[in-house]
């Protein structure tokens, strides 16, 4: 949490204060914010402007004004990431960004990339995929869960770094365990040991102080359209410059072998409204202030998180250290242990109580991710506390 606000400063106008600034349903306790963002309704208005900029002289648009658009828009996200804008492409997410670079990895047959036991399952496929054609290996990474510290993440990293593998994929921040992963001091120690190093960001632009050039890495992905208030369809790719000049988006158009910036700016003909309104949606974070903004998450889902732990007599699945915006908490026993029963506990507290949240089967038995944003209160995961009181 960021302790250089006074908590009464993180809290101040958001909660049901801000709600009507998203389209979100009403009466409805919000609390999967990790999965697919929200999308302001100041954001979507100038999303549309930029839809009606195209239809109005299709030919003109994408001819002439595409293209400076989209660089303009790379040219604002860059230094919200801490890096210049030359390595800097937008992406429609972070599926696309990894099979990108999966795509053109150049290693030999025989070769092992490192994945965690929490690696998100669209990244676990592409890299299966990707390795079954080329005759690559994955080897798995069991991280620790419930994690009690980044010392014990980093340490059980380490030891699976020899042999060395020829890739790591890491995630800032795991989806299923919702862990905030000492992604730094991985990174060094993937480097050392002699591997390309692949960070899954997808939920950190907005959740964190994001600062990709104090990460040591190759490729760096993350989703606007999460924590940043982007409209869906909005990620980046970060490469460092050496590894710029191989690389080729998902579809080669027009600007093959043009260089890295020309051939990802221009993907075929698409609607990229929901990049190119990037300054709107740096207009609304920092209108609210980017500071306050984590400050007030993080706070809330600690807040939530412990209230929910005392309340079930469970435990959380990490430490407040290692919470960012999303935090696990285990369910009261006797709700179920399997995916399925995981999933029927979802659907009834969409369909009966109107809380979305998502379920999780974890060390046998059922866990739920808290996501914190600024529409959300307290009374959200109040609401999830009575549900689940009635349900069990
Ligand atoms: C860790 C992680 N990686 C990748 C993704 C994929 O994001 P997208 O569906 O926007 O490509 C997600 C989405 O939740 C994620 O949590």
């Not at 009261?332 to 379920?359: H, K, M, S, Y």
Request: contains cysteine; negative net charge.
């Amino acid at each position: 949490m960021d302790t250089s606000l006074h908590p009464n400063d993180a809290f101040a106008g958001f909660g049901k204060l801000v709600r009507s600034a998203f389209v979100l349903e009403r009466d409805y306790a919000h609390l999967n914010h990790g999965s697919y963002g929200a999308t302001p309704v100041s954001v979507l208005a100038a999303q549309r402007v930029w839809q009606d900029r195209l239809e109005l002289e299709p030919s003109r648009f994408m001819r002439r004004e595409y293209k400076p658009a989209m660089r303009a828009a790379a040219e604002a996200l860059a230094p919200r990431l801490g890096v210049e804008a030359d390595g800097v492409v937008l992406v429609e997410n972070v599926t696309q960004a990894v099979n990108a670079v999966l795509r053109e990895l150049d290693l030999s047959a025989g070769s092992e990339i490192l994945l965690t036991d929490q690696t998100y399952g669209a990244v676990r496929n592409t890299a299966r995929h990707i390795s079954k054609r080329n005759g690559w290996t994955l080897r798995d990474v069991a991280l620790p869960f419930p994690a009690l510290s980044a010392d014990e993440i980093l340490t059980t990293f380490k030891a699976a770094l020899t042999p060395a593998p020829a890739l790591v994929i890491i995630d800032h921040v795991t989806s299923p365990t919702a862990l905030v992963m000492p992604v730094a001091e991985m990174a060094v120690a993937a480097r050392e040991a002699g591997a390309l190093v692949l960070v899954d960001g997808a939920h950190a632009p907005g959740m964190l102080d994001l600062d990709i050039s104090k990460i040591p890495c190759d490729w760096y992905t993350g989703n606007c359209h999460k924590w940043m208030f982007a409209p869906k369809g909005c990620g980046f790719l970060w490469s460092s410059e050496s590894r710029r000049d191989g690389m080729h988006p998902l579809a080669i158009s027009h600007w093959y072998e043009e260089g890295y910036i020309a051939e990802f700016d221009y993907v075929g003909t698409r609607d990229a409204s929901s990049m190119l309104c990037m300054s709107s949606v740096l207009s609304f974070t920092d209108a609210h202030g980017p500071k306050r903004i984590r400050a007030h998450n993080h706070a809330l889902v600690n807040d939530a998180a412990d209230m929910l732990a005392k309340a079930w007599k469970t435990e959380r699945g990490a430490e407040q250290a290692l919470t960012g915006s999303i935090a696990m908490v285990r369910l009261p026993d006797g709700l179920g242990a399997t995916l399925e029963e995981a999933d029927t506990l979802r659907n009834r507290l969409v369909d009966e109580f109107r809380v979305q949240i998502p379920i999780n089967a974890l060390t046998g038995t059922l866990w739920c991710r808290l996501s914190a944003q600024i529409y959300n209160d307290i009374g959200d995961y109040e609401r999830l506390e009575s549900a689940v009181a009635e349900i069990s």
